[in-house]
């Protein structure tokens, strides 16, 4: 069973984050990178099936400059059986959607059984890479997982899905697939001191995208299909204070304080099955292109 | 002839019993697995003199009178007894053998008769006091009974031979009270051929007795006989014991998971609990409810060295034997070694443990995980951005040390009073006072790292080390010669750990005793304020740094009125929980201690409670709020204090 864990380096939120000169991306001084939340999740379920299963192997993969290996090494602090870092110049400033296609040309080259990776990250949080390499590595895909029951041949997942307000829904998965992991039962583990003295002095492999069969053009911030344009830091809206009309009950007050006030829902609301909303959303979108 | 068999036989008998009583020793001292002694001989005179206060003198036993006056008879009975029992076992050789100089002395035998007469009534009273007084923090132990019985009948043997012997030999010796009054009972019902049957038996018995007493001994919490006093010897150099050095770089072992794996001073210190109970009697985890107790921990963790590690009765864990939960329960507070007559140091092994749950199998209370990883990434454990220590440069002005910028005083400011909002208005009272009394003095700001202390006390001793050298390298840096600090585990930390690191060429402070200089320096002119105060010794700034007096100097110089004492204050002051790492745990179980601290203070009858320390502050602010005696009490720290005492 081999297991590929897609980890990425996020801002930590404690510390305040301004736009760089020009503002298309943030300014990286002060700025102290700590692995996604989300992603450790994700190496912690992988741990947690490589107990059950023996000749489970697992493989951190991330991408990005040379920070990024210090994340890499806690993944192998934690566990991880092997680290790979793809480094490349013309690795910057791109879009998930070329996030996918890299990761997903290394997952496709390493074989996999099983690719784990946080929900969303915690700084850009777009939770599109994860789908995005299940449809170009064209297995299936779960996202929000919870809870992961591998059957015992391997072969099948039972996953637990995170719904609205602690719903869950139960999926049954065939592998290989992509599972994108959210908060569930699991709390990612401490590495070890052990385990930290080793890692710091583990090889990591290095992948460019020449290895990985990609051109420089095919990647990279001119062809990134979204282009961020600007970043600033949001002024604060003036609230208006809602105050309810006194004629009604304190219960229902207190019900329209809690809820922020009532307001009307403008424009269409769209019901139905997934891949029928998802299509009436498409044809609206095709207005504005 | 006395002995009633062959001499040889003696000899066997002796050489078979001894042989067993040190080849018993001699595994236990192999358990002990001793090495690298080198430190152990430093200061020797310190540690002979504590052999003589603690040992001979009893010291701390006198702590709790009646008891420690019970065991001090006991044992100097002992002490006394040592030489006619070495006499006794002299005799099986040589009738006539007798001791040089003591042999036959007035003095000797007079004081040999008293000695053994105390032993049996305190023997008695101790016996009365396990099997009907049971005082809590005695457990009803079979060993110690059966202990109390074995003196009990030596002391019987040695009284009956020796009023056989004064009976056989027809002497009247008023050196020998007992002996005599014993001896003419003898005379009144016994003829000689049943004298000589008794002072032969007696003799046999006595014998016999000693030798059994010597191999229950090595298989009991007795044991404390003759490791107590190496025990006491080893521990006496450390006037503020630290955590031990740990070699990251070479090590592949961390803390222990096992009792075998402890140093092996600790080790001693399991063979020398003589489960008094003195270190539980004033445990505040023990006394607020949580599932630590010293004595349990000491007694257990000596369980799992005795058992071994697989053959028999052997043991994978501490499972069983040592409470995971009573691991952390701990606050570090110092209060049970304060307290040991044999000098254990439970602290040590509290650290050693945690350091094996955290480093070895990072396993902790899983609320810590967010203070380590702010430690890592931001070296703060408080999860806020570091460039927020540079308020006070920023707000108040203060100079910023730096390569080209020294001063003569550094204020180390620590983590608290840096983050937290109550704890900044203490160091903005703090700067006030030091401008006041034009103190030439600066800050780190963003280049100050945690002290470590929270790290260190939960185990955790490779951030420890990470935020340790990067303030040993920073004060290095700027030619840092003295460091004031209001925080006592700063203190504590950085004058008693950082020299294992390679730090420790600059005097250390803490403010309490940097204020007590200044104001008696006449640098500060100080109003009176009409308040009755009391002091709430921090157990770091007390116990583990032993600084009592200067911080009620400080009280003293504020108020004309007397300062009220708390019945527990001093070295006997009650933690307010926050120590150990515990100002970020949860605590889950018993009683709060911050709220059973600021009750006894609220008894003790003040209106306000000097503080030095800012856990201190935090804990007893927030006992008050939740005890509701927030408008009785009021907590201030004595920077506050002496600032609002200030007078142009």
Redesign the interface.
Known sequence: MKIVVCVKQVVDSIVPVKAAVPPTAIDEDDIVWVVNPYDLLAMEDALRIRERFENATITAISMGPRRVEKGLRRCLALGADEAIHILDDAIEGLDSFATATILAGAIAKLGFDLVLCGARSADAGTSNVGPCVAELLNVAQVTSVAKIALAADGKSALVERRLERGDREAIQCPLPAVLTIDVGANEPRYPTLPARKGAATAEVGVLDLRLLGLQPGQIGSDSARVKVKNISTPRPKARKIFTPDSSLSAEERIRLLMSGGVMEKKGDFLEGTASKVAAEVSEQLKKYL | MFLLIPKEAYYLILVVALGLFIHRLYSLVRLLGVADTRAEWRSIGRRLRAVLVYVFGQKRLFQDPYPGVLHALIFWGFVVLLFSTVEAFGKGFDETFSLPLLGGNAAFVFLSDLFALLVVVAVCLSAYRRLVSRPSRLSLSATALIILALIFLVMASFFTNEAAQLSLSKTSSWWQPVGMALSSGFNAWLDAGSLSGIFALSWWAHIVLVLGFLAFLTYSKHLHILAAAPNIFLSAAETHPVPRALD?ARQ???GASRARELHWKDKLDLFSCTECGRCEERCPAYLSGKPLSPKQLTIGLRKDLLRGNGRRNGAASLAGVVDEEAIWACTTCGQCQERCPVSNKHVSKITELRRGL???????P?EL?RP???LE??ANPW???H?TRDWLIEENRVPRVSEENHVDVLVFVGCTAAFDDRIKKVMAAFVRVLRAAKVDFGVLGAEERCCGDPARRLGE??LFQEVARQNIVAFKRMGVRRIVTACPHCFHVLKNEYPQLGGGEYEVLHHSQFLAQLIQAGKLKLGDIQRNFTFHDPCYLGRHNTVYDQPRQVIASLTQNEMLEVPRSRSLSFCCGGGGGHMWMAERTGKRLNQMRVQEIHAAGAETVATACPFCLIMLEDGLAATQLERKLVAQDLAELVDSAIRE
């Open positions: 990251i592949d072992r961390f955290t480093l070895m199998k990072g396993r902790f899983s995980s380590f990883q702010s990434n931001h999860s806020i951005w460039k001793e490779f």
